[in-house]
């Protein structure tokens, strides 16, 4: 091929946007071979023909790194046998090893850490105490503790016992938690940070997966997980409203939830904010009138509002409306029964295929749907951000204000 025909092909190809207009032409461009030409045009067109303004790359829009701040995101409180504890630090992949090491530095002992392991004294039925030796590699400790336990940094080398057996009340206390012990707000953002936690690991092939029912290998395993926060958590609603035998408390259960509920809604995690004001309007709780005639007439305001936005009339647009808001934006749970009936909509009021051929707009209206649910959590939760809007202070900036008036506070740096 000549010279003057590369040229021609090249000014073709930039007239109609597959090369870049700014592409010099020197000589070492020109001496190209002509495969690597082809290579580079096929890639350009394949990419222009299968990305468009309706059709873009969803993971430009949809995948995002995840936004964990170098901080430690977890607190443990360490005991010794002395029942003296510290506070540490640590990330969700810290093993019990590194806990010793840093417990050691802390409670400021000198000997070597291979004497000391890291031990979870539990209290069973009876007042039982049971000790456990943890493997030195276990992580994920914060979320393995349970709630009647302790972390005992113990000298391998004593037999003291950690825990004395007139200890066993006291830690069997710590396992009974009334729901009116925890504060509303912070009820919410555990709900929000726990919902959005599946619904970001979604991947957009589970929507698709799902509706048209196929076998494929990865499967919906987290859309699945997803779909049912919605009957667990208005349950949960229901339990705790039904299990309270005192009129009075029950009440102030019910006002209790009311209030996690805005907070809820405030934090854009419509998914809990509908299972709790659907738990708050099931039949089991609506028919407790002696209840509901106690309530105060401010929360039976909030609650009616509440209820306004789950009206199903003129298919649920005062709900459509809210998300669809300018000043709703991401990150947002949405409630998941609605976006299974739209997809489901779009599925079953659409043929596959029209005159034998595939009906290319009916894929188009399902992948703008998904991008649409996708870019809900195009971004992370802010959580000091959720506090500060609800006007409290974030839990865990006191407890890091309180940890940090102490001396020698040690965190465990994030391992990539």
Same mark, same amino acid.
């Given at each position: 091929?000549?010279?003057?025909?590369?040229?021609?092909?090249?000014?073709?190809?930039?007239?109609?946007?597959?090369?870049?207009?700014?592409?010099?032409?020197?000589?070492?461009?020109?001496?190209?071979?002509?495969?690597?030409?082809?290579?580079?045009?096929? +890639?350009?067109?394949?990419?222009?023909?299968?990305? *468009?303004?309706?059709?873009?790359?969803?993971?430009?829009?949809?995948?995002?790194?995840?936004?964990?701040?170098?901080?430690?995101?977890?607190?443990?409180?360490?005991?010794?046998?002395?029942?003296?504890? #510290?506070?540490?630090?640590?990330?969700?992949?810290?093993?019990?090893?590194?806990? !010793?090491?840093?417990?050691?530095?802390?409670?400021?002992?000198?000997?070597?850490?291979?004497?000391?392991?890291?031990?979870? !004294?539990?209290?069973?039925?009876?007042?039982? %105490? #049971?000790?456990?030796?943890?493997?030195?590699?276990?992580?994920?400790?914060?979320?393995? %503790?349970?709630?009647?336990?302790?972390?005992?940094?113990?000298?391998?080398?004593?037999?003291?016992?950690? !825990?004395?057996?007139?200890?066993?009340?006291?830690?069997?206390?710590?396992?009974?938690?009334?729901?009116?012990?925890?504060?509303?707000?912070?009820? &919410? +953002?555990?709900?929000?940070?726990?919902?959005?936690?599946?619904?970001?690991?979604?991947?957009?092939?589970?929507?698709?997966?799902?509706?048209?029912?196929?076998?494929?290998?990865?499967?919906?395993?987290?859309?699945?997980?997803?779909?049912?926060?919605?009957?667990?958590?208005?349950?949960?609603? %229901?339990?705790?409203?039904?299990?309270?035998?005192?009129?009075?408390?029950?009440? #102030?259960?019910? #006002?209790?939830?009311?209030?996690? *509920?805005?907070?809820?809604?405030?934090?854009?995690?419509?998914?809990?904010?509908? +299972?709790?004001?659907?738990?708050?309007?099931?039949?089991?709780?609506?028919?407790?009138?002696?209840?509901?005639?106690?309530?105060?007439?401010?929360?039976?305001?909030?609650?009616?509002?509440?209820?306004?936005?789950?009206?199903?009339?003129?298919?649920? *647009?005062?709900?459509?409306?809210?998300?669809?808001?300018?000043?709703?934006?991401?990150?947002?749970?949405?409630?998941?029964?609605?976006?299974?009936?739209?997809?489901?909509?779009?599925?079953?009021?659409?043929?596959?295929?029209?005159?034998?051929?595939?009906?290319?707009?009916?894929?188009?209206?399902? +992948?703008?749907?998904?991008?649409?649910?996708?870019?809900?959590?195009?971004?992370?939760?802010?959580?000091? &951000?959720?506090?500060?809007?609800?006007?409290?202070?974030?839990?865990?900036?006191?407890?890091?204000? !309180?940890?940090?008036?102490?001396?020698?506070?040690?965190?465990?740096?994030?391992?990539?």
């Amino acid at each position: 091929m000549t010279l003057g025909h590369r040229n021609k092909i090249r000014r073709a190809l930039m007239r109609i946007n597959i090369l870049p207009k700014g592409l010099a032409s020197t000589d070492s461009q020109l001496n190209n071979s002509d495969d690597s030409l082809y290579m580079n045009s096929r +890639a350009s067109v394949s990419q222009a023909a299968t990305l *468009s303004h309706s059709n873009p790359d969803l993971t430009t829009l949809c995948g995002y790194e995840d936004a964990r701040p170098d901080c430690p995101e977890h607190v443990l409180k360490i005991y010794k046998s002395d029942q003296t504890s #510290k506070f540490l630090l640590v990330h969700k992949e810290t093993t019990a090893r590194e806990v !010793v090491m840093l417990a050691l530095h802390e409670f400021s002992i000198s000997d070597p850490s291979s004497n000391y392991s890291l031990c979870e !004294v539990s209290v069973g039925h009876g007042n039982m %105490i #049971k000790q456990r030796r943890l493997p030195e590699q276990l992580g994920g400790l914060a979320e393995r %503790i349970p709630l009647a336990a302790r972390y005992y940094l113990k000298n391998n080398m004593s037999t003291e016992q950690l !825990v004395p057996d007139d200890m066993a009340p006291e830690l069997q206390k710590e396992n009974q938690q009334h729901i009116l012990q925890l504060k509303s707000v912070e009820v &919410a +953002a555990q709900l929000t940070l726990h919902d959005f936690s599946i619904f970001r690991q979604v991947e957009p092939t589970e929507y698709v997966d799902d509706l048209y029912a196929l076998d494929s290998a990865y499967g919906y395993p987290k859309l699945a997980e997803f779909s049912k926060t919605v009957n667990r958590e208005m349950f949960w609603v %229901i339990t705790e409203i039904c299990s309270e035998p005192n009129i009075l408390r029950r009440m #102030k259960v019910i #006002k209790h939830f009311i209030k996690i *509920s805005r907070h809820c809604k405030e934090s854009r995690n419509f998914n809990s904010m509908f +299972a709790i004001v659907s738990g708050l309007g099931h039949g089991s709780v609506s028919r407790l009138r002696a209840t509901w005639d106690k309530l105060p007439g401010k929360y039976q305001k909030l609650f009616d509002d509440l209820q306004e936005i789950m009206d199903p009339s003129r298919n649920m *647009s005062k709900y459509r409306n809210l998300i669809n808001s300018e000043h709703i934006q991401p990150p947002i749970i949405p409630f998941f029964p609605i976006v299974k009936k739209d997809l489901t909509f779009i599925h079953l009021g659409n043929d596959s295929k029209v005159d034998g051929l595939i009906n290319f707009e009916k894929l188009r209206m399902i +992948a703008k749907e998904v991008r649409q649910i996708n870019n809900m959590c195009s971004a992370p939760y802010d959580l000091c &951000a959720m506090f500060e809007h609800a006007g409290c202070t974030a839990p865990n900036l006191t407890a890091l204000a !309180v940890m940090n008036s102490w001396a020698g506070t040690a965190s465990v740096a994030h391992r990539s």
